[in-house]
T-cell receptor, first 111, second 117 residues
Framework: GENVEQHPSTLSVQEGDSAVIKCTYS??????FPWYKQELGKRPQLIID?????GEKKDQRIAVTLNKTAKHFSLHITETQPEDSAVYFC??????????FGAGTTVTVRA | DADVTQTPRNRITKTGKRIMLECSQT?????MYWYRQDPGLGLQLIYY???????NKGEISDGYSVSRQAQAKFSLSLESAIPNQTALYFC????????????????FGPGTRLTVL
């Protein structure tokens, strides 16, 4: 099955700085890559996703890039704010529905 | 608002007991999922269902069973609970119909924290 590795496991950034989380996947057939955000004590929620026919996607302060050759994808958060503090999960899928998640990155934004 | 709900929200039980976790949704989605979340391991798929008659094993189905009683209801059972099944369990739903703005997005319930002593 698909194996997704996510780094770093924890990330502390100063408010206003950028945060980058990287994920690698094992199966070259994977074609759907969502990112979920889970605030403390809350449920995970989709924040952005990308398909393998696109190299980059942006939504306001967040962006995701995909390198199919290297089998890795990254989440970029610019101008971080306190409300960006959360656990972020990447995932990969060949089917759109059967997601394999990374272990998560705990992001702390320091005021 | 259309939502995904789970009951109970917290449960403490003893080794060997049978436990059922329930999930209901008012989103009208056809696909439903059960995940478990352990610290440092992310979310692992236990079972998923495309409709009432279509149920599939995920990565970690051993020790668990499910029932899709209706399109809106999907329950997870632990026939004989053991301590290493202590975890946070999430139900999720998604819409398989292309063209919907939320196509493929998985909507999670609030979670059930299960402790097996």
């Amino acid at each position: 099955g698909e194996n997704v590795e996510q780094h770093p496991s924890t990330l502390s950034v100063q408010e206003g700085d950028s945060a980058v989380i990287k994920c690698t996947y094992s199966d070259s057939a994977s074609n759907y890559f969502p990112w979920y955000k889970q605030e403390l004590g809350k449920r995970p929620q989709l924040i952005i996703d990308i398909r393998s026919n696109v190299g980059e996607k942006k939504d306001q302060r967040i962006a995701v890039t995909l390198n199919k050759t290297a089998k890795h994808f990254s989440l970029h958060i610019t101008e971080t704010q306190p409300e960006d503090s959360a656990v972020y999960f990447c995932a990969a899928s060949m089917t759109d529905y059967k997601l394999s998640f990374g272990a998560g990155t705990t992001v702390t934004v320091r005021a | 608002d259309a939502d995904v709900t789970q009951t109970p929200r917290n449960r403490i039980t003893k080794t060997g007991k049978r436990i059922m976790l329930e999930c209901s949704q008012t989103k009208g989605h056809d696909r439903m999922y059960w995940y478990r979340q352990d610290p440092g391991l992310g979310l692992q798929l236990i079972y998923y269902s495309f409709d009432v008659k279509d149920i599939n094993k995920g990565e970690i189905s051993d020790g668990y069973s499910v029932s899709r009683q209706a399109q809106a209801k999907f329950s997870l059972s632990l026939e004989s609970a053991i301590p290493n099944q202590t975890a946070l369990y999430f139900c999720a739903t998604s819409d398989s119909k292309p063209g919907q703005s939320s196509y493929n997005e998985q909507f999670f319930g609030p979670g059930t924290r299960l402790t097996v002593l």
